[in-house]
């Protein structure tokens, strides 16, 4: 039988009602704060988020990376607006579909299977894109950054939240250990290095957003409960992607309290609108 590659997709974390995931949501949030993420993201962070984009019932959603669709589905019902989702993977986009049925939201929640390199989207269909915790899995993070562009109006606004990573020739274990960590490669960017690859790509950047003190709180309670449940969970997805989750997790707070990496939301513009693409 081939070797069974370790972190190969997200598949097994979208199947949200399995016996292990069932343990691990409960322990991470709880029935009142689970609402179908796939990720570090909480109700408080979306309605953060939603404020800031000032998102309402005309705003037309992209979210690039969507997973199950629960942030999807919770901007959606919260704002009246229209969410489109683009996710690579098929579980994923199943589950997706399943939670805005049940949420009556179906009509103006849509989630298509694609990559976000190649985002199957005319141009200019967006008012807003926004992408939560996946930027890490992009090597080339400006070329994702041109194709969200192309799909904005002029003048939209690409807002992503992502893990941001201060590392140096000393941190070579951990970053290793946090590559090999998490289902599929991951590839580390600083502030700075996201802002200038912004810039490349043509966005002129609003804010940028330090979401810190939830942040630690979700990496701690994920790595507690993969150690809590860790048979069960092994049970189910392998020893070896436990294993690995269980050191993810755990340098990841590691490098959190030295300071080397924090999560950041970061709002850029698309050139072109009513903004000025220059400051006055
Ligand atoms: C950590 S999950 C975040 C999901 C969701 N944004 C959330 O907050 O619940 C990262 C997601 O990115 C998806 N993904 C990875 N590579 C992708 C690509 N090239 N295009 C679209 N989605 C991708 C993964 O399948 C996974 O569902």
Redesign the pocket.
């Known amino acids: 039988m081939p070797e069974r590659p370790v972190g190969v997709?997200?598949s097994e974390l979208?199947r949200l009602d399995s016996p292990a995931n069932r343990l691990l949501r409960d322990s991470i949030w709880g029935a009142a704060a689970d609402i179908g993420?796939?990720?570090f993201?909480t109700p408080r962070y979306l309605d953060d988020i939603i404020a800031r984009l000032r998102i309402g019932p005309d705003t037309h959603v992209l979210d690039?990376?969507?997973?199950?669709g629960?942030?999807a589905v919770y901007i959606a019902r919260a704002t009246g607006c229209r969410v489109t989702g683009?996710?690579?993977?098929e579980v994923?986009v199943e589950t997706a579909g399943r939670l805005a049925e049940g949420a009556g939201l179906a009509e103006r929640v849509r989630v298509v299977q694609?990559?976000?390199?190649h985002l199957p989207f005319g141009d200019a269909e967006f008012d807003v894109a926004i992408s939560?915790?996946?930027m890490n899995?992009f090597d080339d993070k400006t070329a994702v950054f041109r194709e969200v562009r192309r799909v904005l109006r002029p003048g939209g606004t690409w807002a992503f939240l992502s893990g941001t990573f201060e590392l140096g020739p000393d941190d070579a274990d951990a970053r290793a250990r946090l590559a090999r960590g998490y289902l599929?490669p991951q590839f580390y960017d600083s502030l700075a290095q996201y802002k200038r690859k912004l810039y490349d790509a043509g966005f002129r950047i609003d804010e940028a957003v330090e979401f810190i003190s939830d942040f630690w709180v979700q990496v701690g309670r994920w790595g507690d409960a993969y150690r809590t449940h860790r048979d069960a969970v092994a049970a189910e997805q392998g020893d070896e992607t436990t294993d690995y989750h269980i050191t993810y997790f755990r340098t990841y707070l590691d490098l959190i309290e030295q300071g080397k990496a924090s999560n950041h939301l970061l709002i850029a513009r698309a050139p072109g609108g009513d903004a000025p693409d220059t400051p006055v």
């Open positions: 997709d997200y979208h993420q796939q990720s993201i690039v990376g969507s997973g199950t629960g942030p683009v996710e690579i993977n994923g694609g990559d976000a390199l939560l915790n996946v899995v599929i």
